[in-house]
């Protein structure tokens, strides 16, 4: 069974500066998806990047970017100059390929905070 | 596009007692999740939809959570008797087909339940 892990429950970040969250997936799949949600206070959860296993180009989204390193099975998000908006709680995702059946297991979260 | 549209927001019952969810996908969306999220950890899915069909319910505990989805389109959580354990949000997500893996999940804001 695929795990995802996210070994930093809170993280913050000064507004304006870099910060990068930490995930990591075990898999024995050469073929998936992996995501990054984000989660506001009682608010709903929203897509923020995606990466497929098969391109080697890390995905980026004006302000999101990732490393993805498949040998190493790690997939870290970077938010550049954050803003009070990124507060939120982010989930990394594993999707598994699997026509007709399609999993997503998520990791337990970070809770990152924007200090002003 | 409306989104994921999910009722009631909130709930409080005691235990033993029975409780629905209702979700209504976005439009076209033809397969629908259901999560359950305990405080403190990522979604965790209870039962996938295809149209009316179910693709994979390995994690609903079934002797007392049920799901239907009737036409294809709504869909209801049904959790008879509720434990104390049950207390979580639910989520419901759609997306427009399984086996479309760059077709990411939308979700609604959830349903907050608390068992007393």
């Known amino acids: 069974a695929q795990t995802v892990t996210q070994s930093q429950p809170e993280m913050s970040v000064q507004e304006a500066e870099t910060v990068t969250l930490s995930c990591t997936y075990d898999?024995?799949?050469?073929?998936?998806?992996l995501f990054w949600y984000k989660q506001p206070p009682s608010r709903q959860m929203i897509l923020v990047i995606r990466?497929?296993?098969?391109?080697?180009q890390n995905a980026t989204e004006n302000r999101f970017s990732v490393n993805f390193q498949k040998a190493a099975k790690s997939f870290s998000l970077k938010i550049s100059d954050s803003q009070l908006g990124d507060a939120a709680m982010y989930f990394c995702?594993?999707?598994?390929?699997?026509?007709?059946?399609?999993?997503?297991?998520f990791g337990t979260g970070t809770r990152l905070t924007i200090i002003p | 596009e409306a989104g994921v549209a999910q009722s009631p927001r909130y709930k409080i019952i005691e235990k033993r007692q029975s409780v629905a969810f209702w979700c209504n996908p976005i439009?076209?969306?033809?397969?629908l999740y259901w999560y359950q999220q305990i405080l403190g950890q990522g979604p965790k899915l209870l039962i996938q939809?295809?149209?009316?069909?179910?693709?994979?319910d390995s994690q609903l505990p079934k002797d007392r959570f049920s799901a239907e989805r009737l036409k294809g389109v709504d869909s209801t959580l049904k959790i008879q008797p509720a434990k104390l354990e049950d207390s979580a949000v639910y989520l419901c997500?759609?997306?427009?087909?399984?086996?479309?893996?760059?077709?990411?999940?939308?979700f609604g804001d959830g349903t907050r339940l608390s068992i007393l």
């Open positions: 439009s076209g969306h033809a397969t």
């Open positions: 898999t024995s799949e050469s073929d998936y998806y």
């Open positions: 990466q497929e296993a098969y391109k080697q």
């Open positions: 939809f295809q149209n009316n069909g179910v693709v994979d």
């Open positions: 997500a759609s997306s427009p087909i399984t086996g479309a893996s760059n077709q990411p999940q939308h």
């Open positions: 995702a594993y999707l598994r390929i699997n026509f007709g059946n399609e999993k997503l297991t």
